[in-house]
């Protein structure tokens, strides 16, 4: 098993800044990417961004040039700085890793998904 840990968000207003981290711990042999999704009621949950373990990003088009993932401090973890943000930014962000738990599963890219309980973002117009 894998856990998350998920910290930042809150209420910000528009054009301000904040950063999220999520950590994950747990016994695995690699992350195969590990990033953010966010969610507003009766939406689908979206993809915001993400990195690999070959340090490939990945973002969303709402937030390119404004959002930047990056590897935390911390061992397996994530940082993402959210800059610019606008009211449609509004969501709940969730955390989410897909880890390899052998090396066996790396071997043929077999990764299990794992999801934080999320973090509220509200930003104010």
């Known amino acids: 098993q894998v856990q998350l840990v998920e910290s930042g968000g809150g209420l910000v207003q528009a054009g301000e800044s904040v950063s999220l981290s999520c950590a994950a711990s747990?016994?695995?042999?690699?992350?195969?990417?590990m990033g953010w999704y966010r969610q507003v009621p009766g939406k689908e949950r979206d993809v915001v961004a993400s990195i690999t373990w070959q340090d490939k990003l990945r973002y969303s088009d709402s937030v390119t040039g404004r959002f930047a993932i990056s590897r935390g401090t911390a061992e397996n973890s994530v940082h993402l700085q959210m800059n610019s943000l606008k009211p449609d930014d509004t969501a709940v962000y969730y955390c989410?890793?897909?880890?390899?738990?052998?090396?066996?599963?790396?071997?043929?890219?077999?990764?299990?998904?794992?999801w934080g309980k999320g973090t509220l973002v509200i930003v104010s117009s």
């Open positions: 747990g016994s695995f042999f690699r992350i195969k990417v």
């Open positions: 989410y890793v897909a880890v390899y738990h052998e090396f066996t599963d790396y071997l043929h890219d077999r990764g299990k998904d794992y």
